[in-house]
């Protein structure tokens, strides 16, 4: 078995002002479909949630859990179950060079979206496979920056570094000429599993891979609801720590804690009109 020789990606510090979000559509289709189940076998990592820290069940996949599943599994082979709509993209670098470094084979199964920070961390499989009516997803990193004009031109400066380090990991693994990455970067590009291959994004399309059995019939309607909500918000221009105060100020108090607190800055304005704009958008 020949393991790719994939570059380390660069890391970043991260910024003390910087608020990391999925991509806004992304995460409204991905809230509507049901949570899947993890597998049981113990050689396989399922990442079927934000990348980062998630609000609603205090997981996400985050590189310390990545890295607690990885030394179990030791030196064996690693599958790599995706459906995520993406989240931060420190975390992603992070669980991308994690599997990197593995010293066995690394297969990567896109069973949804692997979009945003959770293409990244796809870039990291010797093998990556798509089931068919799946999704990957690349664009030019995303966040926000709070602070004056001095604190927006650094942060742009910053943003070029992001897009910099991702582009490398895209081209090492795809074989792409690097300014068609940056294209498709700039133009938030989605690949189903035919077109990800012809670019270099999959190695293969299994139309016999599905999502694993008992997640429609196991999942939380409760959390899938709060899920659309929270996406219905984001869609409509809301940043992730104004949703978080929103939806605890309208009395969904089952979350769990994260980066938003009371303290937290503000961009929702008067709450009643956020939730006159939240059911316009969920009507539309």
């Known amino acids: 078995m020949t393991l790719r020789k994939l570059p380390e990606a660069k890391t970043f510090q991260r910024p003390q002002n910087f608020q990391w979000d999925a991509p806004s559509d992304v995460l409204a289709k991905w809230a509507e479909t049901p949570a899947m189940a993890a597998s049981s076998d113990d050689a396989t990592i399922t990442m079927f949630d934000v990348i980062g820290e998630d609000f609603w069940t205090g997981g996400g996949v985050t ?68 089931g068919l009516g799946t999704f990957m997803m690349v664009h030019n990193a995303w966040g926000m920056v709070i602070g004056n004009r001095h604190d927006m031109r650094e942060a742009a400066d910053m943003f070029d570094g992001f897009d910099a380090a991702i582009a490398d990991i895209y081209e090492a693994r795809t074989g792409l000429a690097r300014d068609d990455i940056v294209k498709l970067m700039d133009i938030e590009t989605f690949m189903g599993p035919k077109d990800a291959v012809e670019k270099g994004f999959a190695d293969e399309v299994d139309d016999g891979l599905s999502m694993p059995e008992g997640g ?54 008067d709450l009643s009109a956020s939730v006159k704009q939240l059911l316009e958008t969920l009507r539309s």
């Open 216 to 269: 429609a019939q196991n999942m939380d309607r409760g959390l899938m609801a709060r899920r659309q909500t929270e996406a219905a918000l984001a869609k409509a221009g809301h940043s992730r720590s104004a949703r978080a105060e929103m939806l605890l100020e309208m009395g969904i108090t089952s979350a769990a804690p994260r980066d938003a607190s009371r303290n937290a800055t503000r961009d929702a304005g």
């Open 63 to 130: 590189a310390k859990r990545i890295g607690a599943a990885l030394r179990a599994i030791g030196d064996r082979d690693v599958t790599v179950m995706i459906n995520s709509p993406g989240g931060d993209m420190f975390e992603g670098i992070a669980i991308y060079n994690l599997l990197r470094k593995h010293p066995a084979k690394v297969r990567v199964e896109v069973m949804g979206w692997a979009a945003s920070a959770a293409s990244i961390i796809a870039m990291a499989g010797d093998e990556i496979v798509m």
